[in-house]
Every structure is written in C-alpha cells, then in structure tokens.
C-alpha cells in the first residue's frame, strides 16, 4: 500500500483499522464522502485481490 497516495493511504487505515463509516471517514479527513469513495475505489482498482480486496487489507491490520 505504499505506492498509493497519502490520501487514500489515510483513508484505508480509517476503514479498516479504526472502524470508521465513510461518512466518519469524510468528517476526520475534511473531504466529502464522494472523496472517501474514490479513495477506497482506487485502492479496489489497484489491488483486486480475487475479489476479496477489502477483507485482505483488513487483514493485513489484524496480522501487525
């Protein structure tokens, strides 16, 4: 994930670490939900993993 923008970086750990909704996500970053979506969307396009992409980012936290 380090290849990614610092932004979308952000964006991931807020998901996946701390729980939050994108809406939550929206209000820490200071950006709107559309944004959060495009962030979390590049990440979806950069890193299909046999379609299970958000749950083995997850699980990469879960692992450190």
Not at 1 to 25: F, G, M, T, W
């Amino acid at each position: 994930i380090n290849d990614l923008p610092p932004q979308c970086q952000k964006a991931l750990v807020l998901r996946c670490k701390n729980h939050l909704s994108y809406k939550e996500i929206a209000v820490t970053m200071g950006v709107s939900v559309k944004t959060v979506e495009k962030h979390l969307q590049n990440y979806k396009k950069h890193y299909k993993y046999n379609g299970y992409w958000l749950a083995h980012f997850c699980l990469l936290f879960i692992a450190l």
